[in-house]
């Protein structure tokens, strides 16, 4: 036991100087071979498999289609092939080798069971063009997950198709500008706080809107008294994050919203944070008229998932008539119809449209069912209890030695923040993050929420146990203190990764996405 890790762990390496004493000559190090490109390893002559040569093969019937050089592409064995793609995954992070501090994310375990449900052949295996009769259990399973999302949230209707959290809230703000078309009212401007996640402000220009920004008061919140005076008939509404990327619950939400309909307006809620919340307050009592619900933040499977991720959008009653196409409804003979164009005339006439060719991603959605069904309504109450108590007690662990900005005011949804205040000079965030992946954790997400000086915001989730939380812990208080006493070495880490500290703006602003042959 000691003062850093009271759990016991070991301390992590405090202001002990990191040195490389052994270097090897060919970057190899400790069981992991150096990785060169697939270009350098493979050859153009060589193939993983074996082709029988077809003799009378008519080249004209490719008529104009016929190559005249060779494509130049790396041949390789599948060990080879194989051994590529281990080997790079070994220099990379996931969320089965340590926690993902990653806040605004919500990177959590993905239970097995619900990996073994989604690769039932009878959900992976279909196709999206099958007839309706031979895909019943599947559209059953969307069917299912669609009335838990309604009832969860405490809202009227879902479009189940959109495939991320930004596609949602797209789909949202389509939903509000066909109802106010409708009722022939197209206005222009949606009010966005200023700590919203970017692609907030981004979706509502994209959908055509005119974004003006509402402040944030002193304690990390929506400026009620700002937003309420912006308020008027050119307001075709507003879009919230709750809880919000400062990890604050927007106490006020209910009160907001009754001011935007009193105008005729319209509530989004971005609900990438929901798993902070569910079991909880459903955004429906709280005057909600759209909200996406990320299945790859608060429902637990993957981000990208083997494919896109998934937002389903939850919708009041006064938006739901105007939800895109297709979407599911249970027949009277418990048949499930998929209610596309075709239909729309007689069953929803008002639709925007749709938002993809076919209506989802049925990975994410099996996951996301077997999730909520292995918890039931009781353990998804324990969830977001869990969640908001594994972030508070990594804000009170590291309060001490990092700033907190809204920490004192009380406690903290899903995600603690922090700021770089009383780092020494020349130190900042960047060079703590970096020094955590010496430690052995992929960073937190950094300068995000744009309204904290050099903000840190850390998202433990429900999954993490508290030994686990402890190691997290005592590698921070390392690294804050380190920051803190102005260690030269955090400036130049990471100094044990397979790579070092990478010029990141020339790889943003030049990246090399060509191989070019020697
Ligand atoms: C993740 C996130 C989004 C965007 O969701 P994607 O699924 O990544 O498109 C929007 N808002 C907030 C607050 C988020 O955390």
Redesign the pocket.
Known sequence: MNELNPSGWRPAMGTAPITREIETFTGNRALQLEEALLFEIGSSDRSGVDFDVVADFDLSALGPNVRKTAPNLPGLSEPETVRHYTRLSRQNYAIDLGVFPLG??TMKHNPRLDEKVARMPGFADVHPLQPVQTVQGALSAINELAVWLIKLTGMHGVAMTPK????G?LCGLLCIRAALEAKGDPREVILVPESA?G??PATAAFAGYRVENIPATADGRVDVTALTARLGPDVAGVMI?NPN?CGLFERDLKVIADAVHAVGGYVYC?G??FNAIVGRVRPGDLGVDAMHI?L??TFSTPHGGGGP?S?PVVLSEALSPFGPLPFTARQVDGSIKLIEEEDADLEHPQAFGRMCAFHGQMGMYTRALAYILSHGADGLRQVSGDAVLNANYVLRSLDDVLEAPFGPAGHCMHEALFSDDGFADGFSTLDLAKGLIDEGYHPMTVYFPLVVHGAMLVEPTETESKAGLDQFIGAMRSLAERAKAGDELLKSAPHLAPRRRLDETLAARKPKLVYKHA
């Open positions: 605004s994310c991320a959290g930004a596609h809230e996640h692609t907030n994050t990327t971005d990438a944070n990320n790859h933040k991720g937002g």
